[in-house]
């Protein structure tokens, strides 16, 4: 496979309200089905039990807000290209993102066997996703042990994550907060290969990426400019380029294990080949 | 049940290395369980399954580390009494905690089905725990889809305050952060009655509250004054006293919802008489 092709394969030029007619649901869920089988080794009893599943595909516009108790009320994601935060307002308007969920990825996974509070989702880009009624996943978990092992695997997925962006809301300096979190979505992204740089496309403003770090946007502004001054990365509209992965990571002190809890993903790619 | 009663029932006075010996697994183990089945329900197949399981009664003194690759590995636990935190250390030593754990709550959860990473953990007391094979916790719940339930639901409600911490860190000022962990941690600590006030054991010291928020220590202890010039917390030793829990809460912005997924164990207590 060439980079170009690849590179257009793991940064999906995200999809046109139009496309979304073009998309069929059946061929979907299989492809889903097919990579998390990837992934996990399914057998093949648990791949029909994931294919018999009811499944909505759904098409949200860019920049809408969505609710955990209204739009997403006992429905589970999985998005298949776009982008969407998850987000809380304090009581004075200010925003915090808690979470990002990039394609492949369950979205309001937390409210499978609980009520997980009320959460506002943001569609940060047009997005199309899979969209399965919670009590439907609750029961393949009950009833497949293969698929509890799969969600909570991808649970414990997120919550590390949530540990993760505690550490760095914490402890880091902008200029490192902004770091970790462009080479964790670089990664999420799916944009890293074999090669030592990376570019891929970032469909957030400074402001998303402020209310992501808690720092305010000038200081986001200040230390997105640090970086591209010691040439660690470079923007180009909604693109970025980072030249070496490995010398960012160094300067940011960014660690990938936390993204790669089932050690597959990762494999063969620059991170695995350097000795972090 | 007198006030003064329900204060040393909920508010252990933590007990010394000696009463190590006085403390019965097997008893313990059917408290416990009996807990769980107070607030979940359980049926008595599912209590035996889990008193079936072989068990450990640990003693950690207070003020260790312990790692969740080494005297962790392949267990959770089951605080019985005392306090236990989740940190990490950056590269240049700074240390920022994650996670705190409770009595009656299970710590290393998030290994249950996944490679968690590594952790350091801190026991802030001497703690008693009941420890549990990992892989025996997996199989309750692969073969009791009760405990697969419970399990869930705990993680769920780990993963909620990770969420909320992220909020804590990255919007609110130094005197509301301090203000709700303390608020989190007299509702976590059992603390909270039907009265308006309260007064709980905080066994951390003040640099444990500022690597918690991600202040410095003087900016903790900024706070602190702060909240203590407007009367809105007394702090003598190691004991915090609330006047009017109402108030701070109003005050600090704090919101206990997140604290309280399954809707019972904040039944009857002041936060549901007012209306927040």
């Known amino acids: 496979m060439s980079v170009f092709f690849k590179f257009l394969e793991n940064n999906t030029v995200h999809r046109r309200e139009n496309d979304y007619q073009l998309v069929d649901p059946v061929k979907e869920h299989k492809i889903i089905c097919e ?3 990837n992934r996990f080794s399914l057998s093949n009893k648990s791949k029909y039990a994931f294919e018999s599943l009811n499944v909505d595909l759904i098409f949200f516009r860019a920049n809408k807000n969505l609710s955990t108790r209204k739009e997403l009320n006992r429905k589970c994601l999985i998005i298949i290209d776009g982008l969407i935060s998850k987000f809380r307002l304090s009581r004075d308007g200010k925003r915090h ?3 990002f969920y990039f394609p492949n990825e369950f979205v309001n996974l937390s ?3 609980s009520d997980s509070g009320e959460y506002e989702l943001h569609t940060h880009t047009n997005c199309i996703a899979l969209s399965f009624q919670t009590s439907e996943l609750a029961t393949l978990a009950k009833s497949c042990p293969e698929w509890a092992h799969i969600l909570w695997q991808e649970f ?4 590390a994550i949530a540990q993760e ?6 402890q880091r300096t902008g200029v490192e907060q902004i770091g970790n979190l462009l080479l964790e979505i670089a990664i999420r992204s799916k944009a890293i290969t074999d090669a030592r740089n990376v570019e891929f ?3 957030l403003t400074q402001i998303d990426l402020a209310d992501t770090v808690g720092l305010s946007p000038v200081h986001t502004n200040r230390s997105l400019k640090i970086l591209k001054s010691m040439s660690m990365l470079e923007i180009s509209g909604r693109r970025v380029f980072i030249e070496d992965i490995h010398k960012l990571s160094n300067y940011v002190g960014f660690d990938p ?3 790669d809890l089932n050690h597959k993903t990762l494999n063969n790619n620059i991170f695995l080949c350097r000795n972090f």
Chains 1, 2 share one sequence.
């Open 165 to 170: 962006w505690l550490i760095n809301l914490g």
């Open 97 to 99: 993102i808690t979470s």
């Open 35 to 37: 990579k998390i089988s």
């Open 201 to 203: 496309r970032l469909p």
């Open 111 to 113: 409210s499978l066997f």
């Open 257 to 259: 294990n936390y993204l």
């Open 156 to 159: 414990a997925q997120e919550f």
